[in-house]
């Protein structure tokens, strides 16, 4: 699985290093300079993890933090020079994950960033759900040990139903998660690779609830 990390942090000698140090992990980094346009790519793009700094040029940190938790549950780690307890509390009530002051040790960055990943399940070998298993680092999915072949467009699918196991995921999430906020197409596309992926599942795995979305619903006597 590509893993996928958004920099947003307007001094170039701090956003390059923070760049390089998390590419030299194996990492995919996207890095900007301005609010702006990291607002822009949290609709357009899918980041598994997004480190931002507070004092930006456009929209400010807290306010992109906001922004992001309207459409996005992704990890982030808040990155500033401000050590003041009213900037950290403000970070964690907008729903920042974790917080590192300036100047901090490029390591402790990291740790900290794999540290949120591992929370989310991105960096966990297998997620297990009952019966079912995912390994994002092959995107292999095996149910009772048999293993299910799913294209990389199934395998997020299901990800993100596991990631939100027994709750409903809304025809809207999938559309900006898998799709992309700026996907042309209609609800047409998720009911056709739904289908699709209910074909290689065991039978009624995945619930539909009309006009709302999906549920994965795993039974009782296998979780």
């Not at 920099?7 to 390089?20: F, N």
């Not at 702006?36 to 949290?42: G, I, K, M």
């Not at 596309?189 to 795995?205: F, G």
Request: aromatic share 6%; hydrophobic share 40%.
């Amino acid at each position: 699985m590509n893993i996928r990390i958004l920099v947003v942090e307007d001094d170039i000698h701090i956003r390059e290093m923070v760049k390089r140090f998390l590419q030299s992990g194996g990492y995919s980094v996207d890095a900007v300079a301005d609010g702006n346009t990291a607002l822009q790519l949290f609709y357009d793009e899918q980041y598994q993890l997004i480190i931002l700094d507070i004092m930006l040029p456009g929209i400010n940190g807290q306010e992109l933090l906001k922004e992001l938790r309207k459409i996005h549950d992704t990890p982030v780690l808040m990155m500033t020079a401000l050590d003041d307890d009213e900037n950290q509390i403000k970070a964690f009530t907008n729903e920042a994950d974790d917080y590192v002051i300036k100047p901090f040790s490029m390591q402790i960055l990291v740790k900290r960033a794999e540290a949120l990943l591992r929370r989310s399940g991105v960096l966990k070998k297998e997620i297990k759900v009952g019966a079912l298993s995912l390994f994002p680092e092959t995107l292999r999915v095996e149910y009772v040990g048999n293993e299910i072949k799913l294209s990389p467009k199934e395998f997020d699918i299901l990800m993100l139903l596991v990631q939100n196991h027994k709750a409903i995921v809304p025809h809207e999430t999938l559309l900006v998660k898998i799709w992309g906020y700026d996907f042309d197409g209609n609800e047409g596309i998720i009911h056709a690779s739904m289908k699709k992926l209910r074909d290689k599942l065991p039978d009624n795995l995945v619930r539909t609830v009309k006009g709302i979305g999906y549920c994965l619903e795993v039974p009782d006597n296998e979780t």
